[in-house]
């Protein structure tokens, strides 16, 4: 996958905002490009939950990160959310 696209991101987060939400689209990277440990990927949505708090800002941050990267945040956190393996691992399509 082409690494030259941004992360979808909002001018009002803070900087502590931007990290968060950046590090729980580095996870869903991280779970089709290597694996990524389950209990990393549930603990960081739920800090992600915390800036992103509605379903419909989710769904369009997560649609703009597919069409960048070519990743699908909700694939991830499903697979997170009913898998019991350690690791996370997803296909690219």
Do not use: C
């Amino acid at each position: 996958m082409d690494k030259n696209y941004s992360y979808p991101i909002n001018d009002a987060w803070s900087q502590t905002e931007l990290i968060t939400v950046i590090k729980m689209f580095q996870l869903v990277e991280d779970a089709y490009e290597t694996g990524a440990k389950r209990a990393a990927i549930l603990d960081q949505y739920h800090e992600f939950k915390k800036i992103v708090n509605s379903k419909a800002e989710e769904k369009q941050l997560g649609r703009e990160f597919k069409s960048n990267s070519g990743y699908e945040l909700y694939e991830v956190i499903k697979a997170a959310q009913t898998s019991d393996r350690q690791t996370i691992k997803l296909a690219e399509e």
